[in-house]
Structure formats: structure tokens, C-alpha cells
């Protein structure tokens, strides 16, 4: 009987410390990513978003912004490689504009947890942004000499128009210097079809500025119901929806954090 009594409460032992493993793996699996990794769109650089990065520091996140070349889509995706390859574990990625077609192509890394697109383009595999444009234009894309390029290839927004299509609710003096402090950026970068889609295997979010003239809300919309993402909309927001509305901007992403898979 003493060893019938012996055996059982090691099996109880064995039961509860098992249940406690499993407990503890499920509560790892369901804790938030820690990792966020921010990733520009064309003619701006990582300083914007400077506003969304303090709150989600503030929050306890490791931020990270890429600082993409613009050069082309292969040598953007290559940048935000290196900066996931940098992190200590599961991340979230989150792309602006079209930051969103480099982490559409980028975020099948291994170390990509969700995906989050603000204001953003999302093509598949196959797909372009420019084309895509095309079928819903934005405001912009219905301007005459609103987007200049150089000699050699290289696109920007004209200055006189950036304040009131870019950036239409940040204070004037905020926006005429980003129109002064444009990244030049490839042509190429809004014509190369994308080689990978990481929002058909990874969970996605979504952002949509309401007022936005440099992509049509509407395609937004259309992006974020095709990939299944957790859409948000912002009314009125212009295309520096980061910059403008930060709060809403990182309670998206806060979101995603909590509720990836890793």
C-alpha cells in the first residue's frame, strides 16, 4: 500500500508539473511581441515617425526605424532584412505608404510575427504599386507636374504642393521643411512587381487615412479587405497619418503586438 501511495503522488507530481509547463508555454505564446520595426515610404526618411516611436518606447516596446536608400525595392527590402535580422525575437513590422510594398516583400523573414500597413500599399506577388494606382487614382496622380523627376531617374514632389497633398495636418512650417528635406527616390521603386507576399501567411493590419491624396482611401480599403487585415480608419487624415495622429497610429500597432502569433 506505501508504494501504491508512493507511486501515485509522483504521477500527481508529474501531472502537475506538467500542466504547469503547459500553462507556462501557452502564456509565452500569447505574450505581446516586444519588437517593432518602423519602415519609411518614398521622398521621407525614419524622422517622421519620431512621434509614434516615443509613445511606443514609453509603452515598454524595442523600436527600431529602417533607413531605407529608395534606390530600388531590392536594395529597401535588403535594408529592413538587415534590421529584422538585428532583432532579439518575434517582431512587427509596419510600413508606410510604400514602406508597404517592402514589407510586403520583407516580412516573409522569419523573425516577422504581423504586419502593419499605414496608408499603405499592399500588392501580391506579381503586382506593383503603380499599376494598382492606376485603376483607383489618388488625388495626386489627377495633378498635372505634381511629381518631378531628374535626369537620371529620380522622383520627388514638387514642394509647392507637398504641405497641402502630403501633409495637409501637420503645421505648415512642419511640412514645408519635409518638402525641402525630400529622400529623392527611384522611379523604378513604384514599377518593380513584388517577388514574395507575406500578408497571405502572416496576420495583418491596417490603417487608412480618410483624407489621404497620395493613395486613394479607397485602394486602401481594397488592399486591406483582400489580405484579410484588421482595418482601421482614420476620417480626415492625410497621408501623414503617422505624424498627425500617432496615438491611433501606435494603438494599431500596440494592438497587433498583443495579438500575432509568434
Known sequence: MKRILQAASVLALS????????AM?????????RNIVLVHGAWVDGSGWKPVYDILTRDGYHVTMVQEPLTSLEADVAATKRVLDLQ???AILVGHSYGGSVITEAGVHPNVAGLVYVAAHAPDVGEDESALGKKTPSLLARQTGAVEKTADGYTY???????KDFAADLPLGQARFESRSQILTSAQVFTTPLTAAAWTSKPS????????KIINP????????????HMTVIPGASHSVYESKPQQVAAVIEDAAMHAVQ
Not at 514638387?158 to 504641405?163: E, M, R, S
Not at 486602401?220 to 484579410?228: I, L, P
Open 25 to 33: 508555454a501557452r502564456d509565452a505564446a500569447h505574450a505581446p511581441v
Open 88 to 90: 532579439n525575437g518575434p
Open 157 to 163: 514632389l514638387n514642394p509647392a504642393v507637398f504641405p
Open 15 to 22: 501531472a502537475g508539473l506538467f500542466a504547469s509547463t503547459g
Open 205 to 212: 493590419w491596417g490603417i487608412v487615412a480618410g483624407g489621404d
Open 218 to 229: 479607397d485602394l486602401e480599403r481594397w488592399y486591406y479587405e483582400r489580405a484579410h487585415s
